[in-house]
């Protein structure tokens, strides 16, 4: 069965400072995709990013980074130059290639101080 | 453009009452999905639909819950009758693709309380 850990429960930072949230996931599926979402105080769930297992290319947007890896199965999550609009809770999930479904890590709480 | 659309925001009920979430998926969405988040259990799928059929109920609790999806605009998630563990944040997901895991956008939820 599929499975996601982000192992990091809570992590707090200054502002601009850099910082990696880890997710290791678990899958016996050739073709699946991994995803992050950020849910902010106010409680919505905001898409980040998809990848699919064949694509381990890093991708960068603005601040963000992602990194890819299968040998580890990680796909980690970098914020460059954290802010304090970055604090949120941030979920790690893992979609089979043919079901649709999604399983969940159970989050990584980041804050971020002034 | 909309996204995805969910009433109430919060409810507030007595145990034992039914309940009754409302969703409206993003137009053009074939695929939808109602998850549960709590502290203990975190987010967790109760049932996701393709095409308005239901495709994995696996998730529902028992069978205080229901689902069902009648046209291709509307889902109903509900809970009869409601109990005190059933409190919880309730999102409604919805998704272009049937097969492949295509993105799924989140409503903002409902809150349910249950006294």
């Known amino acids: 069965a599929q499975k996601v850990t982000q192992a990091q429960t809570e992590i707090s930072v200054v502002e601009k400072e850099d910082v990696t949230l880890d997710c290791v996931y678990e899958t016996r599926d050739t073709t699946y995709y991994l995803f992050w979402y950020k849910q902010p105080p106010s409680g919505e769930l905001v898409f980040l990013i998809r990848?699919?297992?064949?694509?381990?290319q890093n991708e960068i947007s603005g601040r963000y980074s992602w990194n890819f890896q299968k040998s580890t199965s990680s796909f980690n999550f970098t914020i460059t130059a954290s802010q304090v609009v970055d604090s949120a809770v941030y979920f790690c999930?893992?979609?089979?290639?043919?079901?649709?479904?999604?399983?969940f890590g159970q989050g990584t709480t980041l804050q971020v101080k002034p | 453009d909309a996204g995805v659309i969910q009433s109430p925001r919060h409810e507030v009920t007595e145990m034992g009452q039914e309940v009754t979430l409302r969703c409206k998926p993003i137009s053009g969405h074939n695929s939808l999905f109602w998850y549960r988040q709590t502290m203990m259990r975190g987010l967790e799928l109760l049932i996701y639909?393709?095409?308005?059929?239901?495709?994995?109920d696996s998730g529902m609790p028992e069978d205080r819950f229901s689902a069902k999806m009648p046209n291709a605009s509307f889902s109903t998630l509900k809970i009869q009758p409601s109990e005190p563990r059933d409190s919880a944040v309730y999102f409604c997901?919805?998704?272009?693709?049937?097969?492949?895991?295509?993105?799924?956008?989140f409503g903002p939820g409902t809150r349910l309380t249950v006294l």
């Open positions: 999930a893992h979609g089979s290639g043919n079901t649709g479904k999604l399983i």
């Open positions: 997901a919805s998704s272009q693709a049937g097969v492949n895991t295509d993105t799924q956008y």
């Open positions: 990848r699919n297992s064949f694509d381990e």
């Open positions: 639909f393709n095409n308005n059929v239901p495709i994995d």
